[in-house]
């Protein structure tokens, strides 16, 4: 597969640049508090732009004051979550992304954020996925400009049209080296975020998006063969036909599959965190149809195509997920934040498998007891945000971006 791209530019050069400013900001690498806790967290934060110059199709597109109060509302967002490395998505550039990171900074003495960037290829929306983290990665993040071919062999997306290439227009790759608690063994971890083209059901773009799929398979392999830990995040735009979600939605692509069975064994190399979460618990995305007035309208309208996937010895780490319910959709994003916590320490113990053992035959399961919080700022588990007022964000525009 192709060449990683050239180790992104210094921030200096322009807001508009690839940003790794974050190892030129502060002396001490990893900035969390305790080294044996790590929590990963991804977000689409629906149009993170800054209202100057923006594309047309952004809602905050001539209107810098809108785009300010959805920066700050988003700023409060993520001060809940409380993540250590957190993906976000739908991200203008480098200067909003700064931004959002002094916001987040304002006041702490530790615990900050660095922002990271590699620019992507979207024309059409100029969104990219970016990183905002407390341990700063080895160097720049990378991306591939690896193209892959669909329709693939085996498809059942039902696109029958002509062949066609495809790459991954919003990623990133970037390797971390984490340290786990004094005197253990260090962590060398490979995060590959990223966002997929929309529409679950769409045959072409199914069938475009296994492709895209494929291409970041490609960079999970060899992170792997290069002895990194994997974790791959985002807004994938596809269900689990593993982990059903609330609303129990069905894919017809093999995305998920894809990303998680290397091989086509049927043995996972990647876990999905949202078996964690209770199945009332598993939804991440809001689509305004059910009916369409402006409302969170409850499971209708709720699905889970944001994905935290992990490779089977980062699962065993895992204490919990969770998800930031408590977020009105209505006013911030048309998605929920999603995490995973990890348990760094145990790392140098035998592999577990975090989630509950299946009830005895004949036995319905136990109702799971909701997951406690990990930190006292975060919302666990579902906080219906119901009949929510006020003019809806969910702008389904923005599922076009490919």
């Known amino acids: 597969w192709g060449l990683l791209a050239a180790p992104a530019r210094a921030w200096a050069e322009g807001p508009g640049d ?4 974050g190892a030129q900001q502060y002396s001490v690498r990893d900035r969390r508090a305790d080294p044996r806790q790590l929590r990963v967290a991804t977000f689409n934060a629906e149009w993170l732009f800054d209202g100057v110059d923006d ?11 809108a785009a300010d109060a959805h920066l700050e509302r ?3 967002v ?5 993540g250590d490395i957190v993906q976000l998505t739908e991200v203008e550039d480098c200067a909003v992304l700064h931004r959002l990171a002094d916001m987040l900074n304002q006041g702490r003495s530790t615990g900050q954020y660095a922002a990271y960037l590699v620019k992507g290829t979207d024309t059409y929306t100029m969104q990219d996925v970016a990183l905002l983290t407390r341990v700063d990665p080895e160097g720049a993040l990378e991306r591939t400009e690896e193209r892959k071919a669909y329709p693939m062999g085996g498809s059942a997306c039902g696109y029958n049209g002509d062949t066609r290439t495809t790459g991954v227009s919003k990623h990133f790759l970037g390797r971390f080296d984490i340290g786990t608690g004094e005197g253990a063994p260090r962590l060398k971890l490979s995060l590959i975020g990223a966002h997929l083209i929309a529409f679950p059901t769409d045959a072409r773009r199914c069938s475009q998006r296994e492709a895209q799929a494929s291409v970041l398979q490609g960079l999970a392999l060899e992170a792997k063969a290069d002895g990194y830990e994997v974790v791959v995040l985002g807004d994938l735009n596809d269900f689990s036909g593993q982990v059903p979600d609330v609303q129990g939605s069905v894919p017809t692509s093999r995305v998920l599959s894809i990303l998680q069975d290397w091989d086509g064994d049927g ?3 990647l876990e999905n965190a949202a078996s964690l979460l209770r199945v009332e618990d598993r939804y991440t995305a809001w689509y305004d149809h059910d009916p369409e007035d402006g409302r969170d309208s409850g499971t209708a309208e709720r699905s889970s195509i944001d994905h935290i996937l992990l490779s089977r010895d980062l699962f065993s780490m895992a204490q919990g997920a969770g998800a930031l319910h408590s977020m009105d959709p209505t006013q911030v994003s048309d998605h929920w934040p999603l995490w995973v916590d990890l348990n760094l320490a145990a790392g140098t113990g035998q592999p577990r498998d975090p989630r509950p053992p299946p ?4 036995r319905p399961p136990d109702p799971p007891a909701a997951p406690q919080p990990a930190r006292a700022s975060t919302t ?3 906080q219906d945000s119901g009949a929510a007022s006020g003019a809806a964000t969910g702008l389904f525009l923005a599922l076009l971006a490919g």
């Open 18 to 21: 690839e940003c790794p400013r």
């Open 55 to 65: 594309s047309s199709r952004s809602p905050y597109h001539g209107d810098p004051g």
């Open 74 to 76: 988003v700023a409060q």
């Open 78 to 82: 993520l001060r809940e979550v409380d």
């Open 267 to 269: 043995e996972d190399e």
């Open 359 to 362: 009830p005895p035959a004949g």
């Open 380 to 382: 666990w588990g579902q």
